[in-house]
């Protein structure tokens, strides 16, 4: 069976080595990006399972990203986690079209029980 994979967008590359550890240590391929403005040829290039998305991420932002890649037929379907500290979290993942949210700073427990509810 391949592994499945995740892509993650954050420009904290603290918290990218992190996901990235406890991800890869459960099984799951990861790619990372600290930019978004180039997500629709990340995504077609990568064809991940899942992508985690931050909402201050340099160039367009997240929720430009996710809308960007939610226009896209062929990508629609890719579920979305918006994850940030923002307090208004629960507007702005729907304001992005995201499927779901974890706020920062997130349990790691939360964090991959959404990823494995996408992914199983």
Partial sequence: MSKKKILIFDDDTT????????FEENGYEVEISETSHDIVEKVTKYQPDVILMDNWIPKIGGVEATKLLKSHEEFKHIPVIYVTANNDIVALAKEAQADDYVGKPF???DLEGKVAKYLD
């Fill in 15 to 22: 918290i990218l080595e992190v996901i990235t550890i406890i």
């Fill in 107 to 109: 349990n790691l427990d």
